[in-house]
Each structure stands twice: as C-alpha cells, then as structure tokens.
C-alpha cells in the first residue's frame, strides 16, 4: 500500500515545517546499540537544506532509516552489517513529478526500473494515463524500481490530432464530472492543461479551470497546471491552484505575479526547463543506451555556446521565483530516464545553490506528491537513498557519478540492469 497524505493550503508549508522539526529532534541523542545495516563514513545531504553531515552513518532496519548521525555518536554492535561508503555522499533518492510514463505493464515497469538506476525513488506520471494499470501498479511493490503514481487522465480542451487520452471539455459541469471520475479513481494529483498551443487549439478558459479547481478541492485533490504564457499563471493562481507543471514561458514575471504567488505559500513552482541547446558530455549514460544511441542523443542536445532565449526567460523567472521564497518542486516532463540530471543542472544554471535544488528534487516534491515517508534521510522513512562517488553541493553534475542506489533499503541491481538494457538495445 502507497503511503499517501493529502496536503493543500497551508497543509504543504505545515508538512515541511514537521520534517525539519523531526529531523532535529531524531538527531539531538548519540545511539548505542542500534540494529539494522550501518552504512558508514559518506557525506550525508539529509534532504531538507540543513547542512550535510560528514563523516556519517545510516542505519537500515528491515527497509526503513532507524537512525541517522554523524558515526561519532554512533555505537555499533559487534557483528552488525557495515558499509563503507568512506569518501562518497548520500542523498535521498529524487522524486520527480512530472513524467509521462506508458500504460502499459510491461513497458512502464521496464521505465520505473530505468528511473531507479538513475537514482528516482518515486515518480507522478501526470495526466497521459490510460486504463487501469496505471493505479494497480500505483498500489504494488516492485523490486528494484521506482514508486510510480498517477494523476489519471488529464483536462483539456479538445485537442484533435494530439492527444486522446486526457478528458476534452468544454463546459463547467463537464469539468466537475472528470474531476468526480479522478476522485473515485484517486488520482494522486489533477492535472490540467492551459495552453493554446501557439494558436492551434481553445484553451481552458478562467471559468472552466476554476470550476475544475473548485470540484477537485471538494474532493480533496490538488491540481497542477500545464501553463504557457504569465496572464494565465496569474488566472490560475486566482483560482486557487495548487502548483505549476512548468514555469512561465512567455516573458519575465512581474511584481504582481511575485505578490500573488507569496500570497499563497501553499503554491509549488515546478521550473521544468526546456533544452538550453547547449553543447554537454552525455557520456554518463553509456551504462543504458548503447553507444549509437549515446552519439545521437549527443547530437541532439545541442551544440551551442549560450542558452537559447526561452531557456533565459525561465531560468530568470526561476531565480526571481526562488529569490521571493516560494517553494521550488521538481519535475522533467516526458519519459527519459536521465533527465532528471539534466535538469537538476537547468536549476543551478538558473541562481538556485545546489543545496536548495536538492531539496527541492527531495523533500519539496515528495510534500507535493502527498509521500510522507520518503523525500529525506530521517528516522522512519523508508531507506531510499543514492551513493554518489563526488559531491553535488560542490559541483551539481556529481549526481551522475552514481556508485549505488538503494530502494527501501535493498541495493538495486545497477550492473544486471545495465546489462539488459544493451543487451536489448538500450533506452
């Protein structure tokens, strides 16, 4: 069964606010004689911007933390589980929540596996899921992959020639009746689209959105938007939504946007860059993709010297955003499996300090996501946590020198994986 917690409102700065408590807490005794697995000697980056603790220890007992310090204070039992992880940095596994995942068993437990060998711990697929095995996978344990949770179908305007699966509305009551559809399905979040596509389609328009917002708040559920331009960011947030799928695109916010956004601190700002079409090395994905593939996704990246003008645009509003301390979340759009990497670069190429960008791909999205038993390395979460050979609050890209992944406590098999992804020709 998925641990899940219903924040809106004030709920998600209220949650936060309880995990800092209890990780100071947890943390204010030494431990003598604790049992469960040591994992000992790394750098300990907790999750929620406090900071790291060097030279430290974890202890896992039956797949949860049981403790976390620095090894100093820790007492080990004689024969007791050690692993030296001397040198090297844990962190919590990300949780992206904005994905696209398939609906198909098959292929969307292959993609949650793929996520986890790039150190995921939970994903949202938002808004392209179809049928049921978007939510029996949602509520089952798989080895060696990431949690998966769905926002069900989405809601847009009639879209024809693009996407079929989300609900096409065009009325108010239209909109309440796919809201009450998510609700009995449980969806773990709504999402929306606003967006006319550069003029091709109708747009969600401020009556219907806010009759959607208004039915999903009834039920208990918050929604996350899909958002293009700054005028409807500032409709949205009128409306009473509770985050942003992506940041706005079409120019720099403003005063007003800033105000309004403070105004409601229950709001989570998910940048989701695009690509800057700058040139990078994309070398560290050559343990999945086979080496055609590596060179042409090279190719694709980009090969410029400077951000594309779009990228700018985000990357300010980001800073201003992050500047003006609304909560930062974290997402990637589509399905590729390394992106989360990418973007967690994106964000500190925006202003963000690697610190803030961590706990925003940690803690933050697992609040946004309703998961209270994963985000941060606390006492009682469950021990899903990534080893890295460097250190990301040093340089960001670190976080792809990935040495172990560890899901509820287990190490996932990142060599076996590795070998049946080339083996069948990668991605």
């Not at 004689?33 to 790394?42: D, L, Q």
């Not at 896992?60 to 030296?84: C, F, K, M, Q």
């Not at 706005?248 to 690509?275: A, C, G, K, S, W």
């Not at 172990?404 to 991605?427: C, H, K, Q, T, W």
Request: proline share 5%; net charge negative.
């Amino acid at each position: 069964m998925r641990a899940r917690r219903a924040v809106r409102s004030g709920g998600l700065c209220a949650a936060l606010a309880l995990l800092l408590a209890a990780c100071a807490s947890d943390q204010e005794e030494p431990a003598a004689g604790m049992e469960g697995t040591v994992y000992e000697g790394a750098r300990l980056i907790v999750g929620d911007g406090s900071a790291p603790i060097e030279d430290g220890a974890i202890v896992v007992d039956d797949g949860r933390i049981a403790w976390v310090g620095p090894r100093s204070d820790l007492e080990v039992p004689e024969g007791a589980p050690r692993v030296d992880l001397s040198g090297r940095t844990v962190m919590p596994a990300f949780i992206n929540t904005h994905m696209h995942l398939s609906s198909d068993r098959e292929e969307r437990i292959r993609q949650l596996r793929h996520y986890t060998y790039y150190g995921a711990g939970a994903v949202i697929s938002l808004g392209s899921d179809d049928g049921d095995v978007p939510f029996q996978i949602r509520d089952e344990i798989i080895p060696g992959a990431a949690r998966s949770l769905t926002a069900g179908r989405g809601i847009t305007r009639p879209e024809p020639g693009r996407n079929e699966v989300p609900y096409w509305i065009n009325t108010e009551e239209e909109g309440r009746e796919a809201i009450r559809e998510l609700a009995q399905q449980e969806v773990d979040l709504v999402k929306i689209w606003v967006d006319d596509r550069n003029g091709q389609y109708d747009k969600l328009t401020p009556e219907l959105y806010g009759a959607i917002i208004d039915e999903a708040h009834q039920h208990n559920l918050r929604v996350t938007a899909h958002i293009f331009t700054l005028e409807d960011a500032k409709g949205l947030l009128e409306a009473g939504l509770d985050a942003f799928a992506h940041g706005v695109r079409d120019q720099d916010v403003d005063e007003e946007f800033l105000t309004m956004i403070q105004e409601r601190p229950h709001v989570v700002y998910v940048p989701n860059f695009p690509n800057p079409g700058i040139a990078r090395d994309l070398s560290w994905i050559s343990g999945t993709f086979p080496s055609q593939e590596v060179a042409r996704l090279q190719e694709n990246i980009g090969q410029g010297t400077e951000p594309s003008e779009s990228f700018q645009i985000q990357a300010r509003n980001l800073a201003r955003v992050h500047e003006a301390g609304v909560t930062i979340g974290f997402g990637t759009d589509g399905s590729s499996p390394y992106a989360a990497h990418l973007e967690l670069e994106h964000m500190v190429m925006a202003g963000m300090p690697p610190m803030d960008v961590i706990v925003a791909a940690t803690r933050n999205s697992a609040a946004l996501a309703g998961l209270d038993d994963v985000g941060t390395l606390e006492p009682g979460k469950s021990a899903d946590f990534v080893v890295l050979d460097g250190n990301p609050l040093a340089d960001i890209t670190q976080t792809r020198q990935i040495y172990a992944v560890y899901i509820r406590g287990v190490e996932v098999d990142r060599e076996g994986f590795s070998r049946s992804m080339l083996n069948s020709g990668g991605g």
